[in-house]
């Protein structure tokens, strides 16, 4: 009975390798024949100012409109374009198209304070040696002023190699861009390390916030990421704010800014745009 059942574990291991090779090489097929077709699209999710309540700015996120399988995010398609480095022509694509779009929402929606845009770099593109050139040109084409444009990287990625990680960020910070370290409390501690790094903003992982609600140990947490953020000179985004008490709790600690499904999911630029219509204030 052992050897039956230990021979069906084994048929049932291999059938499912199999099915993830495939599914592997259909997807990497499908990524490469989705940069011709251009079945990538941007959704914008709100960055909302907590002083003010109002629309500070937009985070890009990537979708893939894929014609079978329908909307695929991103967790399920950018581990594979890193592989095959199909990431490269993505991100440039990417950062184009955010860039094109803020640069004509600010036109459309001036204010004091102009609308940023934060867009997410992957590792394989921070380790590109032209990665400040490819900005630069992207900010010539799409006439965007490079202090509207944030960066982010995640703590993981800053911390792999500090040194070569300071240097690269000091210039793209000499193009006066933002830059902000994404999912920070996540990674290994970079602790030692912040304060080296030019950053302007910590991004607070949503799993700090998710649980910060019962005034419990996580509430502490992001109550002592923001204080280490602002002794440091940084301004704090609290991603993942669900509810009206996080968002209570987050301005009670004097947090900048906050991203969540409680203000908005990501939208189609077609609804940001008209979010931004109705110029609302939470
Ligand atoms: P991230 O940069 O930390 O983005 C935040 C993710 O949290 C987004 O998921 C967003 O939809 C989700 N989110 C925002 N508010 C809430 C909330 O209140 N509750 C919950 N449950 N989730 C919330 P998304 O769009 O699926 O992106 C996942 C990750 O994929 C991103 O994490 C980022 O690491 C990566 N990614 C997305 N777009 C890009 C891109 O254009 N380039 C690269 N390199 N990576 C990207
Ligand atoms: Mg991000
Ligand atoms: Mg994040
Ligand atoms: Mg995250």
Redesign the pocket.
């Known amino acids: 009975r052992a050897k039956a059942s230990g021979k069906a574990r084994h048929e049932v291991f291999v059938t499912g390798m199999r099915v993830q090779v495939m599914t592997r090489l259909q997807l990497e097929t499908d990524l490469r024949r989705a940069i011709e077709r251009q079945e990538f699209r ?2 914008y ?1 709100p960055l909302i100012s907590l002083q003010t309540g109002k629309i500070a700015g937009f ?5 893939w409109q894929h014609p079978e399988r329908g909307l695929v ?3 399920d398609f ?1 581990p594979v374009a890193e592989e095959t480095d199909l ?1 490269i022509p ?2 440039q694509w ?1 950062t184009h198209e955010a860039c094109r779009q803020l640069h004509l929402w600010q036109e459309k929606f001036p204010q004091e304070q102009p609308l940023i845009v934060s ?4 590792g394989k ?1 921070f380790s590109q040696p032209d990665l400040v050139e490819q900005i630069e040109q992207t900010l010539q084409d799409t006439g965007l002023d490079g202090r509207t444009l944030k960066l ?1 990287i ?1 703590e993981s990625m800053a911390m792999t190699d500090v040194e070569s990680t300071i240097a690269l960020l000091q210039r793209l910070k000499a193009l006066h861009l933002q830059l902000s370290i ?2 920070f409390g996540t990674g290994y501690s970079s602790l030692s390390y912040l304060h080296r790094f030019p950053t302007n903003t910590i ?1 607070v ?2 799993s700090f916030v ?1 649980r910060m609600g019962d005034e419990g140990e996580d509430a502490q947490i992001v109550q002592t990421i923001i204080i280490l953020g602002h002794n440091l000179g940084m301004d704090i985004v609290a ?4 509810t009206a008490e996080q968002l209570a709790s987050l301005r009670g600690l004097k947090c900048e800014y906050g ?4 203000f908005s ?2 939208l189609v630029a077609e609804a940001a745009e008209a979010l931004l219509q109705t110029d609302p204030q939470w």
């Open positions: 941007l959704h999710q985070e890009a996120l990537v979708r995010p991103p967790n950018i990431i993505m991100g990417i867009v997410n770099l992957s593109q982010e995640t994404d999912d991004k992982d949503r998710s991603e993942g704010v669900e991203q969540g499904f409680f999911k990501p």
